[in-house]
T-cell receptor
Framework: GQNIDQPTEMTATEGAIVQINCTYQTSGFNGLFWYQQHAGEAPTFLSY??LDGLEEKGRFSSFLSRSKGYSYLLLKELQMKDSASYLC??????????WGAGTKLIIKP | SQTIHQWPATLVQPVGSPLSLECTVEGTSNPNLYWYRQAAGRGLQLLFYSVGIGQISSEVPQNLSASRPQDRQFILSSKKLLLSDSGFYLC?????????????FGEGSRLTVL
């Protein structure tokens, strides 16, 4: 079966750095997405990785290792508005998205 | 620019009543359209997707149905709601040519079945 694993919940302090991990086992791979979802709202796109390595976009970076079936989202200089759920999703061989359950990130002052 | 809207935002319905959620995309042609359901603590579950007018693929057998009467309109329906249909429903679109493109989501519809 296809499986995406990410921690259920993480807590971090304002101004700090946090890394949210995602491991996957899917039938084929055509890229990995990270989305941010604030409570009660729709997910919004953060990043897309299809090649190994680190993609940096402002305070957010996303890393991919296809051989390890592993990705992480790195958030720097955390702000209170970063409190949200972060969803990892993989495009399988049929270009269908397989979603993780999401990681709820709690930011404390 | 492209926009996506879905409504209603919130719905409280009794068991056995019908359902109709509507989604409309503007600013693009022939998008791929999706209906997802999100339950607490679980990943997004794909319910239906459509690559064109009248073309619907169902991912999960259940008492829900979908229709695409126009290129940029996608409707989720049920004739008789069950308690288990409660959840957060999301409509999304992706450009036809962008197999690996990002999904753009509507605002979501919170359905509570009592």
């Amino acid at each position: 079966g296809q499986n995406i694993d990410q921690p259920t919940e993480m807590t971090a302090t304002e101004g700090a750095i946090v890394q949210i991990n995602c491991t996957y086992q899917t039938s084929g791979f055509n890229g990995l997405f990270w989305y941010q979802q604030h409570a009660g709202e729709a997910p919004t796109f953060l990043s897309y990785n299809v090649l190994d390595g680190l993609e940096e976009k402002g305070r957010f970076s996303s890393f991919l290792s296809r051989s390890k079936g592993y990705s992480y989202l790195l958030l720097k200089e955390l702000q209170m508005k970063d409190s949200a759920s972060y969803l990892c999703a993989v495009l399988d061989s049929n270009y269908q998205l397989i979603w993780g359950a999401g990681t709820k990130l709690i930011i404390k002052p | 620019s492209q926009t996506i809207h879905q409504w209603p935002a919130t719905l409280v319905q009794p068991v056995g009543s019908p359902l109709s959620l509507e989604c409309t995309v503007e600013g693009t042609s022939n998008p791929n359209l999706y209906w997802y359901r999100q339950a607490a603590g679980r990943g997004l579950q794909l319910l239906f997707y459509s690559v064109g007018i009248g073309q619907i693929s169902s991912e999960v057998p259940q008492n829900l149905s979908a229709s695409r009467p126009q290129d940029r309109q996608f409707i989720l329906s049920s004739k008789k709601l069950l308690l288990s249909d409660s959840g957060f429903y999301l409509c999304a679109w992706r450009a036809e040519e962008a197999e690996a493109g990002e999904l753009f989501f509507g605002e979501g519809s919170r359905l509570t079945v009592l």
